[in-house]
């Protein structure tokens, strides 16, 4: 059982590498990782060497292994892709969101059910009307699904990816989903991150 | 120190705890609680005992100590107000969340450069011009800010938070802020949160 904190750090970790990369840098030092997002350098250590990637002595690291280390382990290699339903404000803010791009996570179709989105495109996608979805699905094999339609529309959008074969759903609505057990559901819930928020600022900031 | 799972829980239980009196109940056991969200009863017990608020033989919790008591443990009584930069697609769906309804917290004013935005209507709230925050924010005593506007912006969003007496800031942007030591900046990474959704469907689902 891999622990979660070790999956939010490596994604992390991802970016900053990408970033070195894209400048040219070829190596790089735990400590210098460890610095640059102000963590602990033995948590950094212990966290990459759970990749299998090795540093050398003198280089540190070799920033294109470490990638690939770090992608193989989170599983990004196979599951880079992902479909969308629900092209309304967050939808389409994720149907841009340049973070996906880094981790090689592409939302290769999006489905709205409003006619007045169906054949237009949004940040690149063009939009689907819903009652196309199992057909395609099925027939592209994508196990990932975004979900961010409203609350009360939740659960029918829901059954129609299990329809279609869909074994992993990201949940941004605030809605308890019923999905079959072999069916994995990933909820989503910004006021949870907001609770942490407010208690790390802690009391001398509620004055 | 609070543990971070702890602080994810427990908006999961005033969520449910508040559609539960929207119907009219009085009393929850904390066994119901665990059937409803699929949770391990001993940590529900745990987690509600944290609170302070305890239930009584017969009856359960009372929902609306219980709620209370969730309330002043996370500290969502006193830092009811935010503000938010950058009113596009992601930060449109923010100012619309009803789940920030559910736990009183309220976007009280939003912000954007756009001249085709400033001055509109974003679900309810008025866009202000980003030029007037620093006056506006430092009269009003507000605290958090969202930050949801590109990644080249962030740090000069960042700025104008700080001077205007914010201390904590929920960064959207994939993008490291440069803060002072007394203001807190909590990353939202969308990436994490792919992660573990993708590891947690497991190998069986990448064939
Ligand atoms: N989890 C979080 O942290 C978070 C944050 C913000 C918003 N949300 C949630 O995300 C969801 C979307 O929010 P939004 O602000 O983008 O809303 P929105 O109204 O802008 O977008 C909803 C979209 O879904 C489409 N839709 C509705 N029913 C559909 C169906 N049956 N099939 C296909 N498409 C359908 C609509 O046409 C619209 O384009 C809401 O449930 C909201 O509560 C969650
Ligand atoms: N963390 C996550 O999980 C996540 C998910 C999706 C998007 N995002 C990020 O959120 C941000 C917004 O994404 P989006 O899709 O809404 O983009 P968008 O382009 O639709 O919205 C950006 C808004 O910011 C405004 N803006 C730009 N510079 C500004 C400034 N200096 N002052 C005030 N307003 C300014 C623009 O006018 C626009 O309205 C991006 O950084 C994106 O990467 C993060």
């Known amino acids: 059982k891999v622990p979660v904190p070790l999956l939010r750090r490596l994604p992390t970790y991802h970016h900053l590498l990408t970033l070195l990369k894209q400048n040219g840098e070829e190596y790089v030092s735990s400590q210098t990782i460890a610095d640059t997002l102000n963590l602990d350098p033995v948590q950094v250590r212990k966290d990459l060497a759970s990749t299998g990637v090795a540093g050398k002595p003198k280089n540190g690291f070799n920033i294109s292994e470490l990638l690939e280390g770090i992608e193989t382990f989170l599983g ?3 599951l880079g892709e992902g479909i969308l339903v629900g092209c309304g404000a967050l939808g389409s803010s994720l149907l841009g969101y340049e973070g ?25 996608k063009e939009i689907l009307p819903v ?3 199992v057909d395609l699905v099925k027939r592209m094999h994508v196990k990932l699904g975004l979900l961010t339609v409203p609350s009360q529309n939740a659960q ?27 069916v994995y559901v990933h909820q989503e ?9 407010i208690k790390k600022m802690g009391a001398t900031e509620l004055q």
Chains 1, 2 share one sequence.
């Open 156 to 182: 029918q959008v829901a059954d129609l990816m299990v329809e279609a074969g869909i074994k992993g759903i990201w949940n941004f609505a605030p809605a308890a989903l019923n999905v079959p057990q072999d």
């Open 100 to 124: 996906f791009l880094n981790c090689r996570f592409d939302i290769v179709v999006a489905f709205d059910n409003d006619p007045k989105k169906i054949g237009t495109t949004i940040r690149g």
């Open 131 to 133: 009652t196309k979805l």
């Open 76 to 78: 990004w290699k196979t």
């Open 189 to 197: 819930d910004m006021v949870a991150s907001l609770a942490i928020l």
